[in-house]
Nanobody
């Protein structure tokens, strides 16, 4: 089993920066990649950013690619989502996810069904 513990979500103003953290514990050697998803009220959960185990491949949703950065440290068993130039439309519950599956290409890593473990979610609210 893998446990994910998220932190960092809070109320911020438009244009602010915020970093979300995800601490992984348990059988972390089984993790092939990690990602961040988000879900706004009345919306489906959507992919935000992903990173592979060796941290040499990253992918981003088009809406965040120039503003967000995903990173990971395997020794510390930590992942982060650095968020800049936040907009009200970024308001959502953000989820950290880890996958046991081996993915080839971004199409696999962007699909939520390929992730085996999920954090509890952390609320990010961006006021105008």
């Amino acid at each position: 089993q893998v446990q994910l513990d998220e932190s960092g979500g809070r109320l911020v103003h438009a244009g602010d920066s915020l970093t979300l953290s995800c601490a992984a514990s348990g059988r972390t050697s089984n993790i092939y990649g990690m990602a961040w998803f988000r879900q706004a009220p009345g919306k489906e959960r959507e992919f935000v950013a992903g990173i592979n185990w060796s941290a040499d491949i990253t992918s981003y949703a088009e809406s965040v690619k120039d503003r967000f950065t995903i990173s990971k440290n395997n020794v510390a068993n930590m992942a982060w989502l650095q968020m800049s130039s936040l907009k009200p439309e970024d308001t959502a519950i953000y989820y950290c996810a880890a996958r046991f599956n081996y993915c080839v290409g971004s199409g696999c890593s962007r699909r939520s069904e390929n992730y085996n473990y999920w954090g509890q979610g952390t609320q990010v609210t961006v006021s105008s």
